[in-house]
Nanobody
Framework: QVRLVESGGALVQAGDSLRLSCTGS????????MAWFRQAPGKEREFVAA?????????AYADSVKGRFTISRDNAKNSLYLSMDNLKLEDTGAYYC????????????????WGQGTQVTVSS
């Protein structure tokens, strides 16, 4: 059974830092591209960051988080991370990790497996 479990979400203040984690099981984590998406209330799920499986130096970021967020992975632990600095009010939402094959993608439809999400709330 495939599982992706996110953790680390919290209520923080603007300007704070936070680190999200995602642990995968039931599939070959090492051979999957991994990504973070987020969804704010009333809005569509949007891409945040992705990291490749063949070369972890392949990364992609949404323009809104470039320079503030860093995606990383530890294949030995089947784990994905998202380090978030200088958090803004607009970063509030449920954060989901996802796994997909093929080329590194930013579209929701290209990802096969999804976690249940972890909530990040940024207050002023």
């Amino acid at each position: 059974q495939v599982r992706l479990v996110e953790s680390g979400g919290a209520l923080v203040q603007a300007g704070d830092s936070l680190r999200l984690s995602c642990t995968g099981s039931g599939f070959s984590f090492t051979y999957y591209n991994m990504a973070w998406f987020r969804q704010a209330p009333g809005k569509e799920r949007e891409f945040v960051a992705a990291i490749g499986w063949t070369d972890s130096r392949r990364e992609a970021y949404a323009d809104s988080v470039k320079g503030r967020f860093t995606i990383s992975r530890d294949n030995a632990k089947n784990s994905l991370y998202l380090s978030m600095d200088n958090l803004k009010l607009e970063d509030t939402g449920a954060y989901y990790c996802a796994a997909g094959r093929g080329a590194l993608q930013i579209e929701v439809s290209f990802y096969d497996y999804w976690g249940q999400g972890t909530q990040v709330t940024v207050s002023s």
